[in-house]
């Protein structure tokens, strides 16, 4: 008998390992798949018989927190030398607040400028497991896993803190443990992973190459290329939508073509609104043919931000995303999002629909190059001129592969914005860059993802 412990840690996860053929898969190569829930369980009813049991989430006290801390910053400054994104990460954790956590954030800056080599990173993840290695959550973790004998655990998501004491926890019941590397920025601009696992999986080589350059205690025998199953539902059929449906559900003009503009978070896309406005302007001036004009949100917010354009622009057609909130008491509440069904299948039909796809740097490029539509790239802001600076973006690792393959057209400012949609809505010329592209950032085929994903972990089980 073998076991899978699967931990589903967000609604992403959610999607990705649910809402796919993963599920399937497992089952043929294991005899129980258990599904270890950072979510509440009743969201899994409707999408599969598995056991599933909702875990008591780990909320982190000051000592873990300071250690944790310590671990991710001293990996940033190893690693920041020659690096935008982790340079740019650095000025963002710095903390000028005077409270307990502000002052140890100052501390532990001084405490990593003379220690932060691999073997400093190593002994602060295990003073970090020290402050909950008799927690009672850990001890409840520890007895589930010998409970349920588990014989792999695997981890949709390598980077949220609280998944930390269940890391240690299959440490110490030698239960091997794989962590799924989440998204393709996470390893070139992110911080530290939330702990050490025996196995890793990648969506393509050049990640496995980010992978071993950025932790140099991994070894290549324990890291396997397998996609991403992000993208699957795009190659299921029970996700399709026919045009004649599309065209009724976001009410459109079957006669004109159709753009997307994809937002991101507000964090990070803080000139969506003006990006919106711009093309919105140059549709009713008509600077640009005739056209539908559709906006989806990020999945990952509230879209209230976007009132007062849904306000000014009646003819825009908005896309909210489907994505219940199903908890909101949580320390990292977007992660309790989750899609609906209506929402994956209404974002493949703006894929596969859609005539060209706008945003800012967001991994929906790739989603609207799998379908082979052009895209391209709006960033308007820079140091100097009064916008949020969008520009230096240009400048992280994952976002450079990007703009080399040529596959995209990055544009600076609404003059360049209007004559690339001009130019993309009559011209592609961009195919062969967007394929190459794809090949290098997902390395294997979407029909076989989740069919590897469970094949690595039967073989480390």
Not at 47 to 62: M, S
Not at 168 to 176: F, G, I, K, L, S
Not at 303 to 328: M, T, Y
Request: one cysteine or more.
């Amino acid at each position: 008998m073998k076991t899978l412990g699967l931990v589903i840690t967000d609604g992403v996860g959610f999607r990705n390992f649910i809402l796919s053929n993963f599920l399937k898969e497992a089952k043929q190569q294991f005899d129980k798949v258990i599904i270890l829930s950072c979510l509440p369980a009743h969201v899994y009813a409707a999408h599969t018989t598995c056991q599933v049991i909702e875990l008591d989430v780990f909320t982190e006290g000051y000592s873990t927190w300071f250690f944790r801390k310590a671990k991710e910053i001293a990996h940033l400054k190893l690693h920041a030398k020659g690096n935008l994104g982790i340079q740019d990460n650095l000025k963002t954790n710095w903390s000028t607040l005077k409270t307990t956590r502000g002052y140890g954030t100052r501390l532990i800056y001084k405490l990593t400028s003379w220690f932060h080599s691999e073997k400093n990173i190593q002994w602060f993840q295990s003073l970090q497991n020290k402050t909950f290695a008799k927690h009672s959550i850990t001890q409840q973790y520890k007895a589930l896993l010998k409970e349920q004998a588990i014989d792999v655990l695997f981890f949709t998501h390598q980077r949220p803190p609280y998944i930390a004491p269940l890391v240690y926890a299959a440490q110490q019941e030698a239960v091997p443990s794989a962590a799924f590397i989440f998204s393709w920025d996470n390893l070139a601009s992110k911080g530290r992973m939330a702990s050490n696992f025996d196995y890793y999986l990648v969506w393509s080589a050049l990640m496995k190459n980010d992978l071993l350059q950025f932790y140099s205690c991994i070894k290549g025998a324990q890291v396997k290329v397998v996609g991403t199953p992000q993208f699957e539902p795009y190659v299921l059929p029970r996700y399709t939508t026919s045009k004649a449906e599309f065209i009724r559900i976001f009410n459109l003009d079957a006669s004109l073509p159709s753009i997307c503009f994809s937002c991101g978070d507000s964090s990070t896309s803080k000139n969506d609104e003006l990006y919106i406005t711009t093309i919105a302007k140059a549709i009713q001036q008509q600077e640009l043919p005739a056209v539908n004009f559709i906006v989806r949100t990020s999945p990952a917010e509230d879209p209230k931000r976007f009132d007062a354009l849904v306000k000014a622009f009646p003819f825009i057609r908005w896309h909210f995303p489907k994505w219940e909130q199903v908890r909101a008491n949580h320390q990292e509440s977007w992660s309790q999002r989750i899609p609906s069904i209506e929402d994956v299948k209404q974002l493949r039909a703006l894929l596969e629909y859609c005539d060209l796809n706008i945003n800012m740097l967001s991994t929906m490029s790739l989603d609207f190059m799998l379908f082979d539509k052009p895209v391209i790239n709006t960033v308007f802001g820079n140091a100097s001129n009064g916008l949020y600076d969008d520009q230096r973006f240009l400048g992280y690792e994952h976002i450079m592969h990007v703009v080399n393959s040529k596959a995209t057209t990055v544009v600076t400012d609404a003059a360049a914005l209007i004559a690339a949609i001009q130019h993309d809505l009559s011209l592609d010329d961009k195919s062969k860059n967007r394929k190459q592209l794809i090949a290098q950032q997902i390395g294997v085929d979407l029909n076989l993802t989740s069919t590897m994903v469970a094949k690595a972990l039967r073989q480390w089980s």
